[in-house]
């Protein structure tokens, strides 16, 4: 999977630039403020639908106008064929999606087309953020690799809805409450089965990732917490947790609340790892998705790496590119000077370089 053309239309400030010639490896580089991250950001709302920046799609606009403009081509390996692909966000929200020139509904049709990887500054919420971040990363990797996850997921969301409304409201009789807890016990039941498949093959990708990116690390662990008490089913955890649910009004167990743990000798990894080595992990992690995508016989992803060298010294970033090669993805890099990634990108294909400035990009 490669995006081979990129066109950009009031994305902050790119006003109106183009990217033609992305080949394998690309870096964009150029002073701060120049729309470096502007561009990786346009292609994640091609692919995604939405910034890795903000919530707000008025920010995300170029001032004074009514919306932005993403179109892109996505070339396939797998088909041998290209897909046409664009997103238009307005400023109040309005969102039109269109795949080969037709209107689409679901955000889900877009990811498959064009799955995306992102290792930024947010990246380290995977260590210090919320577990909804990591959920969030959970979810993206098992939607790619099992295709029964997503209606399974939908189908969870319904009920889970309707559940806590109920009890919200507390107008759920005894057999009503009965009806949708057994849904919802079935439902997530079957999310945590694809959750723990997937777990179980990207753990060991994981940890050889890490003994190559950072040998020197103690015993490093990655856990999944499934969200309720492992000894129990989920219908026996929702049977317990009854009571304590209609007195708060809310369901309080099940894979809305998993989430993933990354110690080192015991201790959470953002507790006593430097800041250059919670960037080695966040890269170990999101690198292991792509290795299990591949090994799945899925697409590749694409890779959006934004200011590669920052808390890097000069023989981590090198590793770092190294994984990135040896995956054989598509991959764009920001940085500064051209050097910084030029110089530490492992020899064979060299990175196609493209300077931003004021707003615009040109091949170098």
């Known amino acids: ?29 150029g002073e701060n403020g120049s ?10 709302l ?22 932005c403009v993403v179109q892109g081509t996505v070339r396939s390996a797998l088909t041998n064929g290209s897909v046409s692909l664009g997103v238009q966000r307005g400023g109040r929200g309005e969102l039109s999606l269109r795949i080969n020139g037709e209107s689409v509904r679901t955000v889900a049709s877009l990811v498959e087309q064009l799955p995306l990887q992102v290792i930024n500054a947010n990246s380290f919420d995977l260590l210090t953020g919320t577990p909804s971040a990591r959920r969030q990363y959970l979810n993206w990797g098992v939607f790619h690799v099992e295709h029964r996850f997503f209606p399974e997921w ?51 990708l994981f940890r050889d990732l890490m003994q190559r990116l950072l040998p020197q690390l103690g015993e490093l662990e990655l ?17 317990a947790s009854q009571a304590s649910d209609r ?17 080192v000798d015991g201790y959470p990894a953002a507790d006593v790892l430097s800041r250059g080595q919670q960037k080695l992990v966040v890269c170990g992690l999101k690198l292991a998705q792509g290795q299990l995508m591949q090994s799945a016989g899925h697409s590749r992803c694409i890779y959006l790496v934004d200011d590669l060298p920052s808390e890097l010294d000069t023989a981590h970033c090198q590793r770092v590119c190294e994984e990135l090669d040896a995956l054989q993805t598509q991959v764009f890099i920001t940085c500064v000077a051209r050097e910084d990634v030029a110089r530490v990108w492992p020899g ?16 170098r």
């Open 35 to 44: 729309g470096k991250t502007s561009v990786l950001e346009a292609v994640h």
């Open 247 to 263: 007195e708060k009004g809310f369901t309080q167990v099940g894979p809305q609340r998993a989430d993933l743990k990354v110690t």
């Open 46 to 67: 091609l692919g995604m639908a939405r910034s890795f920046r903000t919530t707000s799609a008025r920010t995300l606009i170029s001032h004074g106008e009514p919306h």
């Open 1 to 29: 999977m490669s995006l081979s053309q990129l066109n950009i239309h009031h994305v902050r400030n790119l006003r109106r630039a183009s990217l033609n010639d992305a080949n394998r490896i690309n870096v964009l580089y």
């Open 223 to 239: 856990r999944l917490r499934q969200g309720w008490d492992k000894r129990l089913s989920y219908e026996e955890a929702l049977a």
């Open 348 to 363: 064979g294909e060299q990175p196609s370089m493209f300077h931003v400035e004021h707003g615009e990009i040109s091949a």
């Open 154 to 204: 939908q189908r969870f969301q319904r009920c889970i809805k309707q559940r806590n409304t109920g009890l919200r409201r507390d107008k759920l009789g005894g057999g009503e409450l009965a009806v949708w807890t057994r849904e919802l016990a079935k439902s997530g039941a079957l999310l945590n089965d694809y959750r723990q498949a997937y777990f179980a093959q990207l753990a060991p």
